[in-house]
C-alpha cells in the first residue's frame, strides 16, 4: 500500500479546529453568564447562543471521536 500523505495533516488540522471549536465554546459560556445576569436580558439571544454552544459540543465530541482511534478490544 502507498502512503501518498493525504491522511498526514488530518490530526494537526482537527487539533487546530479542536482547539478552535473549545475556545469558542468557552467564550460562548462566558456570554451566557454574562447575558443571563444582566438585568432585562434578551432571552431569544440567550437561546440561540446555548444552541450555538449545544452545536459547538457536538462537533467537538464528533472530532474527538475522529482523533481516537476504535480500539475493539
Known amino acids: 500500500m502507498i502512503n ?9 488540522d482537527f487539533g487546530s ?4 471549536l473549545r475556545q469558542e465554546h ?5 456570554a451566557i453568564a454574562a447575558l443571563e ?3 432585562g ?3 431569544l439571544q440567550v437561546q440561540r ?8 459540543k457536538d462537533r467537538i465530541s ?12
Open 26 to 30: 468557552r467564550d460562548l459560556d462566558a
Open 62 to 73: 464528533f472530532i474527538e471521536d475522529q482523533i481516537t482511534p476504535d480500539i475493539i478490544a
Open 4 to 12: 501518498d500523505g493525504a491522511n498526514d495533516g488530518d490530526g494537526e
Open 17 to 20: 479546529e479542536l482547539a478552535r
Open 41 to 43: 436580558a434578551d432571552k
Open 49 to 56: 447562543l446555548k444552541k450555538r454552544k449545544l452545536w459547538l
Open 37 to 39: 445576569g444582566a438585568p
